[in-house]
């Protein structure tokens, strides 16, 4: 009785503090889930739609509160300025546009988390039915923009591309409404091709779609950021933020009309249909997850693209630094890790493990040190998660498995899943798996069925799995328990057992380095040994953390482990059916037809016979193949060393390029750009090799697919520039994507075409001579007229003080014109020396002066329109002559159209922002259309050979561009003055300023 009483107190004890330990467990987990959430805000770039559906899905679907946050989604009006809305910290996120990449490189803190949109939807909307058929014709027009649009570097690139800026347009403040567009109270609004065409298209109306992308600017658009001071300070939240935000947008993304469904019902302000909606989720789909791109990917790459084109804009001068620029997640943030899993590896500090002592090449012990694949794999976890692992030793898998059930341990490495295991242990997904095999004497055929040896006697290790899994899948087999994989192995040696099992990798092992001669692998299990990472089932924290560590494992390292351990022969299955045959025919006669013995011996040789015909015309055949395959491989090498003979001996310098990075090149281009070998130039990036003028023409996809030919200015190791003609061609193999850029050095080419310019240019200047000379008829004649009229005044003696000094003057006055304009052209033909301030319209007027006697001549009237004055600084006599040139080429014009019966020149300056227009237009009539982008190739000329070389127009545009860094653009216009139309070409020089 005392003794039945003390059991039952000790129960009740047992009792109260098992209810007590649950009690306080209990406590403990509602403490931790009490913790409060963490309070960011979003800022919205534009009204509530599926554009924004991740951020909507993740707040609704509880994917930020599972990482621990409450977000707040601020919504977007007119005046909202999203980037000043995140550096005041009003909101730690914000979502903008590519224009980010300026406002960093002015100094602005700008972290990028990633992208919605892989290709920027942004467009400019008109009805297809108003006036405006191009972009040129959006001049004067009344545009939709908010604020914040208004600095929207993709809008504003493509504006530029055509010489217009936003003081061009009528700017009227935005109202997200497109009927304002369909009752004309705007002429175009800023749009998304994912939404407000197809409202347009719900109304009945067609769109006229202006799109940057068809203008050469395809930026990333809707960029998700923060600022590096908020990540340092609080680099979880950042990640869990655009954690949780990715996976609200994938979900929205596979689900497209139940989260449109959504936004149609709570987050629809601008009333948008639902099949509005799912217009938009399937256009966003499509330019989001481009070319099989993760969702929210930036490449530094692509950003490196984007600020190369800025800079060739001026909108970028300095290059941005992309390690503060980019977001890159640390070690662990970036497998995904939740704070409470953080929590966990921050309380454990270690991890203990134990593994089987003697299980190589898998893993084992070898002088205290653990060796084998699982020690490389422990490497890969302690290096992902940056906490120290710490081996517990054993004697062998009995107690390993005996130290992680009473917790000794925290981690098996390699075990296999089994019920059995599943009340102590968590496994991961198989990480290792494997064929089972069979090892018996090298003198023991090979068993194609397994099932034919079962009832042999088969060695298992002890303990392991595989012996619990055989016995279950066959009932009937014979297994014999050993101490370990040596011990089995030798007992096969030693005739004790038939075979040996486990998996392939292991008895591979042990055969080639212990038992080459005696023992092989003779049959195979229909099955494999798959084997996870274990880990103690009472830390569910730490199955997790293994999991989501080995799920970023990509095969290729999983691949190298394995590679770095085994290198195993195995003998291949022999059809050994015509002998089994064969043997129990002979057994049958043997047993009931002794007699026969003489006819079987005879079948036996026929069929030797037979066998060795067969082995020698397998042989023959084999000889046959060794020799194609030899003389193949010969024409091959043949082929290869003609090619190489051929790449290292053309002129051209020849470069192969993967993603922009040079990978190969030939002698020529080690040559020409004064590398010694090819290890110099590998992984240089090609955009190093060229000017910056000329990288927008290697981003230019058109020239690219239409393989165009383009001059560039190409630069070699010692920092020298020198013209070359560029070309390339993209291949598509089947595992990459390269390049093939061929570049051919034209300096020689360049110092020929420089003596024609200058013969052109003497050809000019004795043209400019004969206009002088034409204008210094008259004042030479009103002097000669002023001298003999006073000789003859004086000789009758009727000369006065008045005549002489009116005679005086005006010989004064004529002496002074001719002066003048000897100095202006003695002005021009002095040629570049210095540098040196210099005033436009003063530049302009003197280029007047020099041709005035041929427009006189040929009753040209000039209409001036001078803005106020600006001053430049470079070569004054270049400009002079490219307005000259210009003139010139209006002045032939009228000479060829003799159907005006007035002849009009227009000259204009106009100052806009930091840069100076120089406008010539006449109304000669315009040039054909079918020439207008011909008329600055060099030689090219619509005159007589005796008339023109072709280099006028030419040398005009390399002066602008090179000198001035300038550009000059050609149209025909039809244009009215005083009430009549005329139609003319128009050249627009502009010029930036200092």
Excluded at 840 to 854: A, D, H, K, P, R
């Amino acid at each position: 009785m005392n003794l039945l009483k003390g059991i039952r107190v000790m129960y009740n004890k047992r009792v109260i503090h098992f209810i007590f330990l649950a009690f306080f467990i209990l406590l403990s987990s509602s403490t931790s889930f009490a913790q409060p959430l963490k309070k960011v805000s979003l800022q919205l770039m534009w009204l509530d739609q599926f554009e924004f559906a991740g951020f909507y899905v993740a707040k609704e679907k509880g994917f930020y509160q599972e990482f621990g946050l409450d977000v707040n989604i601020k919504k977007f009006t007119s005046s909202t300025n999203v980037l000043n809305t995140v550096l005041e910290g009003d909101a730690q996120f914000g979502i903008s546009s590519s224009s980010l990449l300026i406002e960093n490189s002015l100094g602005k803190d700008i972290l990028l988390l990633g992208t919605i949109f892989q290709s920027s939807p942004l467009v400019l909307l008109a009805l297809k039915d108003s006036n405006i058929k191009s972009l040129e014709d959006i001049k004067g027009k009344k545009v939709m923009i908010s604020k914040e649009e208004a600095f929207f570097v993709t809008l504003q690139t493509m504006l530029k591309s055509k010489n217009i800026n936003i003081s061009d347009l009528e700017i009227l403040e935005h109202t997200f409404d497109v009927n304002d567009l369909i009752n004309k109270k705007t002429d175009l609004l800023l749009a998304y091709s994912t939404n407000q065409p197809f409202t347009l298209q719900e109304k009945g109306y067609k769109s006229k779609i202006f799109h940057p992308k068809s203008y050469g600017f395809d930026f990333y658009e809707d960029l998700i950021f923060t600022t590096n001071k908020f990540k340092n300070q609080n680099p979880q939240v950042v990640h869990d933020f655009y954690t949780a935000s990715i996976k609200g947008w994938e979900y929205a993304l596979e689900n497209i009309e139940e989260v449109s469904q959504l936004i149609f019902e709570k987050y629809n302000i601008q009333n948008k249909s639902l099949e509005a909606l799912i217009f938009e989720a399937k256009e966003i789909k499509k330019l989001a997850l481009i070319n099989g791109v993760k969702f929210g990917t930036i490449t530094k790459e692509k950003l490196k693209l984007i600020e190369n084109s800025y800079k060739i804009m001026g909108l970028i001068q300095s290059n941005l630094d992309m390690s503060k620029l980019l977001y890159i997640p640390n070690k662990t943030t970036s497998l995904g890790l939740s704070s409470k899993e953080l929590a966990y590896l921050k309380q454990k500090k270690v991890l203990k493990y134990c593994i089987d002592p003697n299980w190589f090449p898998y893993e084992s012990i070898e002088s205290s040190q653990h060796v084998g694949m699982s020690a490389d794999l422990i490497q890969l976890i302690q290096a992902k998660l940056g906490i120290p692992f710490h081996l517990i030793q054993t004697i062998d898998w009995v107690q390993s498995l005996e130290y992680i059930q009473n917790r000794t341990c925290d981690i098996l490495p390699l075990a296999k899943d089994i019920p059995s295991r599943r009340s102590f242990l968590n496994f991961t997904k198989p990480f290792f798996s494997f064929p089972v095999v069979v090892a018996t004497k090298a003198d023991k055929l090979y068993v194609p069925k397994v099932k034919n040896i079962l009832h042999k006697k088969l060695g298992v290790v002890k303990g392991y799995s595989l012996n619990k899994i055989l016995k279950e899948k066959y009932p009937n087999i014979n297994i014999v328990e050993v101490d370990s994989i040596k011990d089995g192995l030798e007992r096969v040696q030693d005739g004790e057992l038939y075979g040996f099992i486990d998996s392939l990798i292991t008895i591979g092992y042990e055969i080639q380095n212990n038992f080459i001669s005696d023992l092989k692998i003779s049959s195979q299990f229909d099955m494999n040994h798959p084997l996870s990472v274990a880990s103690r089932s009472d830390e569910p924290l730490l199955h997790t953390i293994l999991e989501k560590t080995l799920n970023g494992t990509n095969e290729q390292t999983k691949q190298s482990i394995i590679n770095s351990w085994i290198s195993i022969k195995v003998e291949k299955s022999i059809d050994y059916s015509m002998l089994w045959k064969f043997l129990i025919l002979v057994f049958i006669i043997l047993l009931a037809f002794v007699y026969r013995h003489y006819v079987l011996s005879k079948s036996k040789k026929i069929l030797e016979i037979k066998i060795d015909d067969k082995t020698k015309e397998l042989q023959t055949l084999n000889d046959n193949l060794e020799r194609k395959v030899q003389k193949r491989t010969e024409e091959l090498e043949d082929s290869n060393e003609v090619f190489q003979h051929m790449l290292h001996t053309t002129m051209e310098a020849i470069f192969i390029l993967e993603y922009n990075y040079c990978m190969d090149a030939n002698r020529e281009a080690l040559e020409l750009f004064q590398y010694k070998n090819n290890e110099e130039l590998m992984e240089t990036y090609i955009f190093d090799f060229i000017d910056e003028n000329s990288h927008e023409y290697l981003k230019s996809d058109e020239k690219l697919s239409k393989n165009i030919p383009y001059e560039v200015k190409a630069i070699k190791k010692d920092g020298s520039i020198f013209p070359a003609l560029m070309k390339q061609h993209s291949l598509k193999t089947k595992n990459r994507v390269i390049k093939i850029l061929t570049l051919l050095d034209l300096t020689y080419i360049k110092e020929q075409e420089l003596k024609l310019i200058t013969q052109s240019k003497m050809t000019s200047l004795a043209e400019l001579i004969g206009n002088i000379a034409h204008q210094w008829r008259q004042p030479l004649a009103s002097i000669t007229t002023a001298a003999s009229g006073m000789r003859m005044q004086k000789e009758l003696d009727i000369l006065n003080d008045e005549d002489i000094y009116s005679n005086c003057d005006h010989i004064v006055s004529s002496s002074n014109y001719l002066s003048e304009t000897i100095n202006e052209f003695k002005h021009l033909i002095k040629g570049r020396k210095d540098k040196k301030d210099f005033k436009i319209n003063e530049t302009v007027q003197q280029s007047l002066n020099l041709l005035s006697g041929v427009f006189k001549t040929n009753l040209v009237e000039l209409i001036q329109d001078y803005d106020d004055d600006v001053v430049l600084n470079g070569y004054g006599n270049d400009l002079t002559q490219v307005i000259v040139d210009i003139l010139k080429n209006s002045n032939d014009a009228f000479l060829e159209n003799n159907e005006n019966t007035q002849k009009l020149i227009f000259i204009k300056t106009l100052k806009i922002n930091n840069r100076i227009a120089i406008s010539i237009k006449d109304n000669a009539g315009g040039i054909k259309e079918d020439i207008l982008d011909k008329i600055f190739e060099p030689y090219f000329t619509t005159k007589h050979k005796a008339q023109g070389t072709g280099l006028g127009l030419y040398m005009t545009h390399q002066i602008i561009s090179d000198s001035f860094r300038g550009n000059i653009q050609v149209s025909n216009e039809t244009y009215e003055y005083n009430s009549t139309t005329f139609k003319g070409a128009k050249l627009t020089i502009v010029l930036p300023l200092p």
